[in-house]
């Protein structure tokens, strides 16, 4: 990507219209052609930085909300997890991100580069946050001296992906509370 001021306009244009565009007709009919064609930039142009639609969709979803899922450390666990995974489904749960998120973890079943990059930016750093959350809980004492971080991660995301690709029922702030005090009842110091 460019860092000239027009560049960088013409960037935020076209990802701001993936979005739009996303939302508007599904990611099964969304194209490089018609993002380029309504963000009035060239395919070529969007071709240029990006090889894919699905590519182009993670870019746009993570840079236009990738701040929304950072942690607070009060120095309350629960507290903060809640707040933390509270934020992760009011973002799943409203377009654009949820149903676009959706469409491109299928997309990345077919496509390992954008599996690649899906696991690199954004499900890895969003785990190291998790789990490095739990470790400064855990080293404070207010977990268990013998919790498997990872383990733990796993079973924390575990449930809200289920509920999000497979049942597709709601995630809300009442499930998230629910499997909280259920893993925390077995994750205690």
Known sequence: ???????????????????ELGREIGYAKLSIEAIAARAGAGKHTVYRRWPSKGALLLDSLLHLHGAALDYPDTGDILADLRTQIHAAVDLLGNPPFGPLYRALIGEAQHDPRLAAALNERFIAPQTELTVARLRTARDQGLLSPSLDLDLAMAVLSGPLYFRFLITQEPLTHEYVDRLLQALFDGMGA
Request: hydrophobic share 35%.
């Open 1 to 19: 990507m460019t860092d000239s001021p027009r560049g960088a306009a013409r960037t935020e244009a076209i990802m701001r219209t993936t979005l």
